[in-house]
């Protein structure tokens, strides 16, 4: 399975944006980029996911870079519901059985 | 809500028993997921079923088992439970595969909590 790498933690402050990134240069080019974000105590949910363009959704923004080799996913303005863990997972699109998570990135935002 | 939806919510039971976790997906959806989530540990997938198939395994020992029954819903059967098997179980659903292309968001449950004493 191609392989994502996230760092263990960032700090954000609230209502400032928060660039959360992941590298994935061992990504195919069918894999799709998705984030999963999980509130505590809570089941993971989903953020969003690109494959090759930029995407924008009503909770995030995700920026692909053109090689595809890392992305970066957005907060505009940070609240403090968004701290969470921020898991970012690659998933082939054509043949792909399984959804498999990594330790993600712990985000813990600032009033 | 997610529309997924979990049973039970918490379970305690000793070593040695035998528990089942049910999970109902979202309607429409075809593929079930299970992962486990020990505490401070990350999510750990564990089997994947679709429209009543298994299509993918992951970390799921041999005294654990799944299956998705004809109306889609699933269970999870944990056996000879270890002090170790104590995790939350989530349970997650998505639409499948449309046009040859796996697609969809998953939808998790609130997960079961399991304790094993």
Redesign the interface.
């Known amino acids: 399975d191609a392989k994502t790498t996230q760092p263990n933690s960032m700090e954000s402050n609230e209502e400032e944006p928060v660039h959360l990134p992941c590298n994935h240069s061992t990504i195919s080019g069918t894999d799709y980029i ?1 984030w ?1 974000r ?1 509130l505590p105590s ?5 953020v969003i ?1 690109g494959l090759t363009s930029n995407v924008n959704n009503r909770m995030a923004s995700l920026a692909i870079a053109e090689d595809r080799k890392s992305s970066t996913l957005i907060l505009h303005r940070a609240t403090l519901r968004d701290a969470a863990v921020y ?1 970012c997972i690659l ?14 990135t712990r985000l813990t935002v600032k009033p | 809500d ?1 529309g997924v939806t979990q049973t039970p919510k918490h379970l305690i039971t000793a070593t040695g028993q035998r528990v089942t976790l049910r999970c109902s997906p979202r309607s429409g959806d075809l593929s079930v ?1 299970w ?1 486990q989530q020990s505490l401070d540990q ?2 750990q ?1 564990l089997i ?1 079923y ?1 429209n009543g198939e298994e ?2 395994k ?1 970390n799921i020992l041999e005294r654990f088992s799944a299956q998705q029954f004809p109306d889609l819903h699933s269970e999870l059967n944990l056996s000879s439970l270890e002090l170790g098997d104590s995790a939350l179980y ?1 349970c ?1 659903s998505s639409v499948g595969i449309s046009g ?4 969809g ?7 079961s909590r399991l304790t094993v004493l």
């Open positions: 998705h999963y999980q809570q089941g993971p949910e989903y996911h898991y998933r082939d699109g054509g043949n792909n059985n399984d959804m498999r998570f990594g330790a993600g | 997610s997921y992962y990350g999510l997938f994947h679709y299509r993918a992951g989530f997650a040859g292309v796996n697609t968001e998953l939808f998790f449950g609130e997960g």
